[in-house]
């Protein structure tokens, strides 16, 4: 078996009477299985699927949204500044996803609740989310990506 390099990113999130440090890692873990072939194909067929992915987004309607977070530090004022960031990051997510998926009529809006926990450490998020998409938009999206992998055979393999 071959063996082939996996980097993960980490994030470390440092809390302490200064403010909130936040720290990008990336461990390198070595792994046999998947042969590098197969990295290649997966990476391709997400950079070749784009058009068709966001094609499927354009006719995606979501039907109902709930988000709800439970987080708490163990500080009553560390657990104060993380869910301000946690509102903040929230509400740009809920802006970025409405620009791709449009609501239905009977849409209500989204219901978005942060429950902090002052006394200890805590972090669940629970998340419920209802979309509708017709099947021939789906049928399309396939099409789409049966075009571009013909393509990509007929780009790869000309004599």
Same mark, same amino acid.
């Given at each position: 078996?071959?063996? =082939? ?12 009477? /200064? #403010? ?12 046999? $299985? ?13 950079? =070749? ?7 499927? /987004?354009? =006719? ?10 439970? !987080?708490? *530090? #163990?500080?009553? %004022?560390?657990? #104060?500044?993380?869910? $301000?960031? *946690?509102?903040?990051?929230? %509400?740009? /997510? !809920? ?16 219901? /978005?609740? *942060? ?14 989310? &209802? ?6 938009? !789906? !049928? &399309?999206? #396939? ?14 393999? &000309?004599?």
């Amino acid at each position: 078996m071959p063996l =082939y390099k996996l980097a993960v990113p980490t994030i470390d999130l440092k809390v302490n009477f /200064l #403010g909130i440090g936040i720290k990008l890692n990336k461990t390198v873990e070595k792994r046999s $299985g998947i042969p590098q072939m197969l990295i290649k194909i997966i990476k391709a067929a997400c950079h =070749y699927h784009r058009s068709a992915g966001k094609y499927l /987004l354009m =006719y995606t309607h979501c039907q109902e949204m709930r988000w709800c977070t439970k !987080i708490g *530090v #163990g500080d009553a %004022a560390n657990t #104060g500044r993380i869910i $301000g960031l *946690v509102w903040i990051v929230k %509400a740009v /997510l !809920i802006s970025w996803l409405s620009h791709l998926v449009r609501p239905l009529p009977a849409f209500r809006h989204p219901v /978005l609740e *942060v429950q902090p926990n002052f006394t200890k450490q805590e972090l669940s998020i629970d998340l419920d989310c &209802i979309l509708k998409v017709r099947l021939g938009y !789906i !049928i &399309i999206a #396939g099409i789409k990506i049966l075009f571009c992998k013909i393509h990509l055979f007929k780009k790869k393999f &000309i004599f």
